[in-house]
Structures are given as structure tokens and as C-alpha cells.
């Protein structure tokens, strides 16, 4: 630990002051830590299923023995037919699960290499490509288990039970391979995929861009002149989610204040500084104590990180504006996707950063992204890659009429200063044969 000189931000300038803060919710770290590294890995659903398959395959086995009843209830099967079939299911299901397996590696691949490697979170983390797989190897479970107990000959033994389970699930699986089929081409079209970022990011930004009402007026602290600063001597990665309530819990203990200098999103690498203390009285937590309440993973998501949607949407856009590939259009459509983000940002205040413990005392400042870094981070590239295209240059145009309607005054000029980049850019890029045409704002682009 080494002390600086100066911390604080504006709005802690004296006890007296107040500040705009929220109340501390608690986020559970174990969980999301479980969620984000196994519970939606491919391998995690589909050994679950595996599991299931094998507890009710034995569930039905021992049905079978206790009721003893006879294969006739069961049209056509005789011990014989019914070990050839659940051989055939056992060993064809494990083709298909082949099958699956590799269309998913090509959809992946594909994603990566044409819109953005960003983009293949969303088939790795895909609920139907789990639910597949593990149907898939849930009926060759299934299967190989009853195969075990189909005795053929002077003692034959035919699992009434069990075999009719298998023929259920069979057809189960018939129908979520045509579901998977469809889904996959669903998936691989650049609208389904920017449909299900948008959605994910809006839920973000709904959590952690509140409403005015969601603020409460509270005394700002008063900064130290000389805080200890932390850094970084835990773990690497990326800074997922950070735990706010129990950081305020451990601050109140010190009767100190926490005030974050790293936010979701960004890597923490060995040495970074992640924190300043302010107050404690020599007793302040040190950076240990600090990042156990941080959840550093090997990628960033949407767990706590607004910005992290945009970043994917401008990706795709970046790609579909390379000379490789040169496709406005997806560029148009994403440009779509991005006003529909922002506009949620547009009519609510920018996040103060400042939360409160269960008595109302600020005790953790955050940095937050406002609606001015949000929307650079939404519009800049996408200006620069695609000034050249009147297509881009007129849905540019009119993304910026509507959010100059929905801003208050105090965010047009971030609005103005977009656009005036745009105009700038444009005039650079576009032959003056297309200037005209590309000056008129059309929410279609060119149709």
C-alpha cells in the first residue's frame, strides 16, 4: 500500500455537500462466479442431463422389476427387438450428438470470422445448444442403460417400462434435432444475433442506469488528503462485478469510505490500482480484503458492464464496414440496435457512482458510464469506418435527430459534437457527386 495526494471526485468537496446515491443491493459473487465458469459452459447441461437420464433410466429399471410385467403390453417387442433397438438408439444418438457438436463449431466459427469474435458468446452460451446436447447424449444413456438389463433367451427379460421411456424419448429427441436445425440458421442471421445482444444490453442498462427515482439525496463524504491506494496482487482478468454492499459493509466497519478507480469491463493486471481508502484511522481494509469483493473472470460480460452491449454491436458493425467484407446494410441495422440502447439512456440521469449502506451513509464510490461516453463508444467508430457510405452517413444522420429529441439540454452538445464529426468525415470521404444525398438523414438508411 502507498498513499497519494489526491482523490475524490467533484461532488466531494465537503460533509456538506450532497450527492445523488443508491442503496447498496447485494450481489452474490459464488454464484455469478458459478454461473459465468460452469453453469453456462457447453459441458455443464449436458452432463446434467446425462445424469438425469441415467437416475431415471435406473428409476424405470427397477420399475420393471417390481411390476414384472410382460413385453406384450408393449406392441411388437420381444427381448430380442427391444435389446436391437435400444443398441441402435445408443449407438445412433451418439452420432447425432456428433453431428450437433460440429454444426456448432461451424457456427462458431463462422460468427467469429464475420461479424465479431464477441459475437460467439452468444452460440457458446446458447440454451439451445445445451438443451441439444444434452437430449442427445441423455437418450444414449438412456439407452445403453437399458440395454444392460434386456436379457434375451430361457430367462428373458424385456424392461416394459423402461423400453416405452425410450421410445418417448426418441421422439423427443427427433423433435429438438429439428428445433436445434432451426434455431442454428436462426442464429446465423446477423438480426436474430443483434436482437438477442440488444436485449441482454437493455436489461443491463435498465439494472444499472436507474431512474431518478431510484436516487436518494445523501451527504457526500469528505476525502482524505492523503488515502491509501490499492492495488491489484490478487488475481488477473477482467472485472466482471463488484459486490457494492458488502464493500459498504466493510467500509462502515473501518468507518471509512471506498472509492473505486477501476469499473466492469476492465482488466486488472498485476500492480493496477483498483481502490482508494479514504478515513479508517489506520485501520482501512487493505486490497485484499477489497477485491474479495470483486469477481475477476477471463472475458467481459454483461453481468455489470452497460458498455460491454455497444461494444458488441459496434464490432459487428466495424466488420461489415472493412473493404473485406463492405456490407452497410448489417452497419445500418446495428446503428438501429445502438439508438435503441441509448435511448433508455437518453431519458434517465447519468449513474452518480455514489452508494449508501443500510444507515444512508455513502460509503463506495463507483465509476459509472454517462450517456456521453456511452454514446462515443456507440457512434465514433461506426462514423469513422462508414463516412464513406451514404447509406451509414444517412442513418447516422437520423440517429442523432432522435436522440437530440429525447436529451436535455445539458447532453445536445455531445449529440452536436457526434454529428459534427460525422459531417466532417463525410466530407472527407464521399465523392462530391454523393454529398447531397448523403446530408439527408433517412432512419432506412437508402432503403
Same mark, same amino acid.
Given at each position: =500500500?502507498?498513499?497519494?495526494?489526491?482523490?475524490g471526485?467533484?461532488?466531494?468537496?465537503?460533509?456538506?455537500?450532497?450527492?445523488?446515491?443508491?442503496? %447498496?443491493?447485494?450481489?452474490?459473487?459464488?454464484?455469478l462466479?458459478?454461473?459465468?465458469?460452469?453453469?453456462?459452459? =457447453?459441458?455443464?447441461?449436458?452432463?446434467?442431463?446425462?445424469? %438425469?437420464?441415467?437416475?431415471?433410466?435406473?428409476?424405470?429399471?427397477?420399475?420393471?422389476n417390481?411390476?414384472?410385467?410382460?413385453?406384450?403390453?408393449?406392441?411388437?417387442?420381444?427381448?430380442?427387438?427391444?435389446?436391437?433397438? !435400444?443398441a441402435?438408439?445408443?449407438?445412433? =444418438?451418439?452420432?447425432?450428438?456428433?453431428?450437433?457438436?460440429?454444426?456448432?463449431?461451424v457456427?462458431?466459427?463462422?460468427?467469429?470470422?464475420?461479424?465479431?469474435?464477441?459475437?460467439?458468446?452468444?452460440?457458446?452460451r446458447?440454451?439451445?445448444?445445451?438443451?441439444?446436447?444434452?437430449?442427445?447424449?441423455?437418450?444414449?444413456?438412456?439407452?445403453i442403460?437399458?440395454?444392460?438389463?434386456?436379457?434375451?433367451?430361457?430367462?428373458?427379460?424385456?424392461?416394459?417400462?423402461?423400453v416405452?421411456?425410450?421410445?418417448?424419448?426418441?421422439?423427443?429427441?427427433?423433435? =429438438?434435432? *429439428?428445433v436445434?436445425?432451426?434455431?442454428? *440458421?436462426?442464429?446465423?442471421r446477423?438480426?436474430?444475433?443483434?436482437?438477442?445482444?440488444?436485449?441482454s444490453g437493455?436489461?443491463?442498462?435498465?439494472?444499472?442506469?436507474?431512474?431518478e427515482?431510484a436516487?436518494?439525496?445523501?451527504? &457526500?463524504?469528505?476525502? !482524505?488528503?492523503?488515502?491509501?491506494?490499492?492495488?491489484?496482487q490478487?488475481h488477473?482478468?477482467?472485472?466482471?462485478s463488484v459486490?457494492?454492499?458488502?464493500?459498504?459493509?466493510l467500509? &462502515?466497519? %473501518?468507518?471509512?469510505w471506498?472509492?473505486l478507480?477501476?469499473?466492469?469491463g476492465?482488466?486488472?493486471a498485476?500492480?493496477?490500482p483498483?481502490?482508494?481508502?479514504?478515513?479508517?484511522?489506520?485501520?482501512a481494509?487493505?486490497?485484499d480484503?477489497v477485491?474479495?469483493?470483486?469477481?475477476?473472470?477471463p472475458?467481459?460480460?454483461?453481468?455489470?458492464?452497460p458498455?460491454?452491449?455497444?461494444?458488441?454491436?459496434?464490432?459487428?458493425?466495424?466488420?461489415?464496414? !472493412?473493404?473485406?467484407v463492405?456490407d452497410?446494410?448489417?452497419?445500418v441495422?446495428?446503428i438501429?440496435?445502438i439508438?435503441?440502447?441509448?435511448?433508455?439512456?437518453?431519458?434517465?440521469?447519468?449513474?452518480?457512482?455514489? @452508494?449508501?449502506?443500510?444507515?444512508?451513509?455513502?460509503?463506495?464510490?463507483v465509476?459509472?458510464?454517462?450517456?456521453?461516453?456511452?454514446?462515443?463508444?456507440?457512434?465514433?467508430?461506426?462514423?469513422? @469506418?462508414?463516412?464513406?457510405a451514404?447509406? *451509414?452517413?444517412?442513418?447516422?444522420?437520423?440517429?442523432?435527430?432522435?436522440?437530440?429529441?429525447?436529451?436535455?439540454?445539458?447532453r445536445?452538445?455531445? *449529440?452536436?459534437?457526434?454529428?459534427?464529426?460525422?459531417?466532417v468525415?463525410?466530407?472527407?470521404?464521399?465523392?462530391?457527386a454523393?454529398?447531397?444525398?448523403?446530408?439527408?438523414?433517412?432512419?432506412l438508411g437508402?432503403?
Amino acid at each position: =500500500m502507498t498513499q497519494v495526494p489526491e482523490a475524490g471526485g467533484p461532488d466531494a468537496t465537503s460533509s456538506a455537500t450532497m450527492v445523488r446515491a443508491l442503496t %447498496a443491493q447485494p450481489v452474490a459473487l459464488r454464484w455469478l462466479n458459478f454461473r459465468e465458469r460452469v453453469a453456462i459452459s =457447453m459441458w455443464f447441461v449436458p452432463l446434467m442431463f446425462a445424469f %438425469a437420464a441415467l437416475v431415471l433410466s435406473s428409476v424405470g429399471i427397477w420399475i420393471d422389476n417390481q411390476l414384472a410385467l410382460h413385453s406384450a403390453l408393449l406392441p411388437g417387442t420381444t427381448s430380442g427387438s427391444a435389446e436391437q433397438v !435400444s443398441a441402435t438408439i445408443a449407438s445412433g =444418438m451418439l452420432a447425432f450428438t456428433a453431428v450437433v457438436f460440429a454444426t456448432t463449431l461451424v457456427a462458431i466459427q463462422l460468427a467469429g470470422g464475420q461479424y465479431s469474435p464477441r459475437i460467439v458468446r452468444v452460440f457458446v452460451r446458447s440454451r439451445l445448444t445445451h438443451c441439444t446436447l444434452g437430449v442427445f447424449l441423455a437418450t444414449s444413456v438412456f439407452a445403453i442403460n437399458t440395454l444392460g438389463h434386456t436379457r434375451d433367451g430361457a430367462n428373458a427379460h424385456v424392461p416394459v417400462v423402461t423400453v416405452s421411456a425410450l421410445y418417448v424419448l426418441m421422439l423427443v429427441t427427433l423433435v =429438438m434435432f *429439428v428445433v436445434f436445425a432451426n434455431g442454428i *440458421v436462426h442464429l446465423l442471421r446477423v438480426q436474430y444475433l443483434l436482437r438477442i445482444v440488444t436485449e441482454s444490453g437493455r436489461e443491463t442498462i435498465e439494472r444499472f442506469i436507474p431512474t431518478e427515482r431510484a436516487y436518494q439525496a445523501a451527504s &457526500a463524504p469528505i476525502p !482524505s488528503a492523503a488515502p491509501v491506494l490499492l492495488r491489484n496482487q490478487r488475481h488477473t482478468g477482467v472485472l466482471m462485478s463488484v459486490d457494492i454492499l458488502s464493500l459498504a459493509g466493510l467500509a &462502515a466497519q %473501518a468507518q471509512c469510505w471506498i472509492e473505486l478507480v477501476v469499473q466492469p469491463g476492465e482488466y486488472l493486471a498485476f500492480g493496477t490500482p483498483v481502490a482508494l481508502v479514504h478515513g479508517g484511522d489506520g485501520g482501512a481494509p487493505g486490497a485484499d480484503a477489497v477485491l474479495r469483493h470483486m469477481l475477476v473472470g477471463p472475458e467481459r460480460t454483461l453481468v455489470q458492464d452497460p458498455g460491454f452491449a455497444l461494444r458488441q454491436l459496434v464490432d459487428v458493425a466495424s466488420r461489415a464496414l !472493412s473493404p473485406a467484407v463492405n456490407d452497410p446494410t448489417t452497419a445500418v441495422q446495428v446503428i438501429d440496435r445502438i439508438v435503441d440502447l441509448l435511448s433508455i439512456c437518453a431519458t434517465r440521469p447519468d449513474p452518480s457512482g455514489w @452508494y449508501v449502506d443500510a444507515q444512508g451513509v455513502v460509503r463506495v464510490r463507483v465509476p459509472e458510464l454517462g450517456f456521453a461516453r456511452l454514446a462515443e463508444l456507440g457512434f465514433t467508430e461506426i462514423a469513422l @469506418y462508414g463516412a464513406g457510405a451514404p447509406q *451509414v452517413v444517412r442513418r447516422l444522420q437520423a440517429a442523432y435527430d432522435v436522440l437530440e429529441e429525447l436529451v436535455g439540454p445539458d447532453r445536445r452538445a455531445t *449529440v452536436e459534437t457526434l454529428r459534427h464529426q460525422l459531417t466532417v468525415a463525410a466530407r472527407d470521404a464521399v465523392p462530391p457527386a454523393f454529398t447531397e444525398i448523403s446530408s439527408r438523414p433517412d432512419r432506412l438508411g437508402l432503403g
